[in-house]
């Protein structure tokens, strides 16, 4: 792989950012975190920041956490910006930060990065995760129980608790490695990448008893409008793991989620097996991801997305 020594990268900087996409999942989070605490360590008195949108409670047990910045009105502009596990456009609040600082660093595993959007990048599409990519970059006499938490996270997230096609034989190495530091991975586990609140698990079984199948019963799809969401007081954090849960039905290859987020808007997601490249479905609507786990944002109605969607996926399963 590609190979950078952070450490050296911040060699003077004083203040330092680290950041990663909106609406951050166990990737985006455990990658922030994981980095943050490994600079701290090795860069006693230099600011170190995290900006990004508020991560779901199911982190609160990362250490530090309550020190994320989602305000984004931090004053002045730093020597290095790290963007992590996402090009610069989905950065949000922090993408004005990437622009102003002095050196940018991108690490990332999305296809769809291409070969990154910052002065350097690190952009391994085969690694499971970016907390995978990281990991590989960090010196391991650094490496301590509070990074490998983060990093664990971050992977078993990305990967599914290493079910996902992403999974490498590396994967697993490294995931047996962090475990050694002594963390609880059975509770990480269970904690924060299965257990569901009654909310959570309302919502997922709504989704599932509204979804419909289509393209001879290969697709399906489920839909959670603005007003189903108000009715159950749900967040977007509350619908992880829906098209997971779609996907995981006997006989499709393709499953789609989406949620509104605006007046004819919708935040989709999309699950395959080996027969649809989805990564190749999102790009064409301006959106990106994983050959099997990918999204975008698109604007019509829910039977127009569909339709639009769907002619994108026939092309592949037929």
Known sequence: MSRIDLLAECA?????????????DGDAV???????YYLKKAMPGTEIRVLLEKPADIFRDLKWIECVDSSFEYAGTFDVFFALDTAKERLGGAEKFFESAGKTI???????????????????????????VLYELMEEE???EDIAKALYIGIIHDCGVFQYSNTS?????????????????????????????????QIMGR??????????????VSCVSRKMMDFYEAKPSDLDGIVNQLRNIKGVDCAIFMYETGTME????????ECVDVSKVAA????????????CTMNGTFHDVVNNLSRQIEEQLY
């Open 12 to 24: 003077g900087a004083s203040r330092v950012a680290v950041s990663a996409h909106i609406r951050p």
């Open 30 to 36: 455990g990658s922030c975190m994981a980095l943050y």
């Open 106 to 132: 991108n690490i990332d595993h999305h296809i769809s990065n291409g070969a990154g959007c910052a002065d350097v990048n690190v952009v391994i599409p085969h690694a499971s995760s970016t907390s995978e």
């Open 142 to 144: 650094l490496l301590d």
């Open 169 to 201: 034989p590396r994967t697993m190495e490294i995931g047996a490695k962090l475990i050694g530091y002594g963390l609880p991975f059975s509770k990480l586990i269970e904690e924060t990448f299965y257990q569901k609140n009654y909310v959570q698990s």
């Open 207 to 220: 989704a599932l008893m509204e979804s419909v199948r289509f393209m001879d019963d290969r697709c399906i």
């Open 266 to 273: 919708y935040k989709v997601s999309l699950r395959s097996n």
């Open 284 to 295: 064409f609507f301006g959106g990106g991801g994983h050959m099997r786990a990918a999204g």
